[in-house]
């Protein structure tokens, strides 16, 4: 327990200041000078944009934060600009010369423009929700839709005076909370309407641009989704993201299946999703991306072509496939490192980008094998968390390729869904996936605190929660190696300006030292403890000991405790009376809740 108190605070003060603690607020910087990185850090490209007829493509980086410029015609790179310390998506305008990006440290809105040698120079920075991501615009160029994933928001933004952008002022700016953290965006024909869906479930938010409202809720049966793309007629939308059968023992059969983890395209008519409310599952329709033998795991962006047949990245195996309208698979093709996007060409290629691999894909579904392949530039050598990552979101490390340990450790988070992995052993007693935010730091492992070394669970994750063929030792020690590196996601409601908000935050503090919350929940880094504890609640085998879960980044989680009974963070107080027959006034819990949000 000592060294539990002693290491955190140390750590905390010495080294681990979070990169999403960024330099909000800092003060307004002149355009990077442009550099052509000779030797450059990762660049992990996250969005691509099509300009000059397709004859060009801007690609933001979002480690490198560099955006490059790359002609097709000539299958180079022409330009790379640094732009901000990392970006989180890129979007266009449609004169062709306008760039939106998206700024995740400084939460902030980079408009840029490009002139004839390539070259792109900042022309107006815009102040955003915190921590935005994807960026999309509509056809016609009036809106510019932002994700702030961890704000749980979208930041609408209004250019219709984009011809003007202002150089200094702000744009008109409207804000939508949502009950999830945002990623993927797709505007619907209609202009006005806006798909935001959740980082980690398989919610979809619509959104009314005009009253910027959310216009309804509707959720899949599902998680993951990282694609979503209209088909020709407008008419149809599909959704690319997996489905986790959460009482699955996890064995030969479940997986090799696909009853375990199924990798699909769902298609839902946006009338559909204009009118109706609730659920989808009874209005969608599964297509499957993966074949019995073949499981295409963790599927990424998605293109609809004009005969119907569907174009699909497949991350986890990077592959890109072609399936036709009758859902039957005809074309597969090896694309880099975990491919995350691909866009259609006016010659009817397609372009992927890859973004684990730093390069594009070049697909000419009359041929057989990929057109070309173009790098996005020079590497350094990988290091051991480098090709970590890299198998972290490699679902061919699984039987058959199903599934990553992204595709249930969404990120370095998790889903918020159970999955059996026999943790402890046993099976028919499924456990929410834990977040492995500070894991390094977050020993001993596993709900009932049994595993000793991360080495170890590593190990055993590969082993029973994705039946690998070939555990390498090296690929342990290169996957723990990532796993030191990941961080809790920022709280969902950090401390605002107002002095109230602070106090509120500070009696939830004295609530939970008051309670004694600290012995088990040890602050000040993780908030959990290496012991097991019984705190009333049991398994579905009859186990009560369990190792507390960081609370960092808690406010976050959809559902609580090892099996998801709890419905909210006040449920775990008021429904469970944590950790046993708490029992706390409103006011108290309003505050402790506030708290634990801002952790
Ligand atoms: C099928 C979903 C699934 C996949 C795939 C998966 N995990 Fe897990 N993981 C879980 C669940 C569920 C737990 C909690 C199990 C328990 O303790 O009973 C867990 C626990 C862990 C823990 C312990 C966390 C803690 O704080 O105690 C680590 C570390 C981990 N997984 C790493 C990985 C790695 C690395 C991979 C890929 C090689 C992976 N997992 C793949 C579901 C999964
Ligand atoms: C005796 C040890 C102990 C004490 C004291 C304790 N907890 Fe816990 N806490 C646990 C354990 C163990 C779990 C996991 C239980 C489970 O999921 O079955 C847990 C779970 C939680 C969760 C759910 C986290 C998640 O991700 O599912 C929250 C929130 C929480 N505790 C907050 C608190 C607060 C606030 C207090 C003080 C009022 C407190 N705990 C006191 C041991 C404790």
């Not at 599909?238 to 009853?259: C, F, K, M, R």
């Not at 052993?425 to 730091?441: E, M, Q, W, Y």
């Not at 796993?483 to 908000?501: F, H, K, M």
Request: glycine share 8%; net charge negative; charged share 25%.
């Amino acid at each position: 327990m000592l060294r539990r108190a002693i290491l955190p605070a140390v750590l905390a003060i010495l080294t681990i200041v979070p990169a999403w603690l960024g330099t909000a607020g800092a003060a307004k910087e002149l355009p990077l000078p442009l550099d052509r990185r000779e030797n450059a850090d990762l660049r992990r490209p996250v969005a691509a944009v099509l300009l000059d007829q397709d004859e060009t493509v801007a690609v933001a980086n979002g480690r490198s934060g560099s955006i490059s410029i790359v002609s097709l015609v000539e299958g180079k790179v022409l330009r790379e600009t640094n732009i901000a310390k990392e970006l989180g998506g890129l979007a266009s305008l449609a004169d062709g010369k306008t760039l939106l990006a998206t700024d995740p440290l400084r939460h902030e809105l980079l408009i840029l423009r490009r002139d004839t040698n390539a070259a792109l120079q900042i022309v107006a920075r815009q102040a955003t929700s915190r921590h935005p991501r994807t960026v999309a615009t509509t056809a016609d160029g009036r809106w510019a839709a932002i994700a702030a994933q961890w704000a749980h928001r979208v930041d609408l933004f209004d250019l219709t005076s984009a011809r003007t952008i202002p150089e200094t002022g702000e744009l008109p700016r409207r804000t939508i909370d949502l009950p999830f953290a945002p990623l993927e965006l797709l505007w619907l024909p209609t202009g006005r309407h806006l798909l935001a869906a959740d980082t980690f479930s398989a919610r979809i938010a619509v959104i009314d641009a005009e009253s910027a409202r959310v216009a309804s809720v509707r959720e899949l049966s599902g998680h993951n989704i990282r694609g979503m793309a209209l088909d020709a007629t407008g008419q149809n939308v599909y959704i690319a993201h997996q489905v986790l059968d959460e009482w699955a023992t996890i064995n030969w059969q479940t997986v090799h299946s696909g009853t375990l983890m199924s990798n699909v395209a769902s298609r839902v008519a946006v009338a559909q999703l204009l009118e109706g409310k609730g659920s989808l599952d009874d209005v969608a329709e599964q297509v499957r991306l993966s074949d019995t033998g073949h499981g295409g795991g963790d599927p990424a962006g998605l293109l609809v072509k004009a005969d119907g047949s569907i174009a699909a990245c497949l991350a986890g195996t990077s592959e890109v496939i072609l399936v036709n309208r009758f859902g039957v698979l005809t074309q597969r093709y090896n694309a880099g490192p975990r491919p995350t996007q691909i866009l259609p060409l006016r010659d009817g290629k397609s372009l992927v980008v890859n973004r684990n691999g730093d390069s594009l894909t070049l697909i000419d579904w009359t041929r057989d094998v990929p057109a070309a392949t173009l790098s996005l530039g020079p590497q350094r050598p990988l290091k051991s968390a480098d090709r970590g990552e890299l198998l972290f979101y490699d679902s061919r490390l699984s039987h058959d390729g199903w599934l990553s340990c992204h595709s249930c450790h969404t990120d370095g988070h998790t889903n918020g869904l159970r999955a059996d992995t026999q943790g402890d052993g046993t099976n028919g007693a499924p456990k929410r996936i834990l977040g492995l935010g500070h894991v390094a730091f977050t020993d001993k492992w596993a709900w009932n605190g049994q595993v000793q070394e991360l080495y170890d669970q590593v190990r055993k994750s590969l082993l029973t929660s994705m039946l690998s063929d070939d555990v390498r030792e090296q690929d342990i020690n290169d996957l723990v190696a990532f796993l030191q590196t990941l961080l809790p996601p920022p709280p969902s409601r950090p401390s605002e300006a107002e002095a109230a908000d602070r106090a509120a935050i500070a009696r939830g503090r004295e609530v939970f030292l008051g309670h004694q919350c600290q012995g088990c929940h040890v602050p000040p880094l993780t908030y959990t403890a290496s012991d097991v504890y019984d705190v009333g609640l049991q398994d579905e085998n009859g186990r009560r000991k369990f190792n507390p879960p960081s609370l960092r980044g808690v406010g976050h989680a959809r559902r609580l405790f090892h099996d998801n009974r709890a419905e909210s963070l006040e449920d775990v107080f008021q429904g469970h009376g944590h950790p046993s027959d708490t029992t706390l006034s409103d006011k108290e819990l309003a505050d402790l809740v506030r708290f634990l949000r801002s952790l």
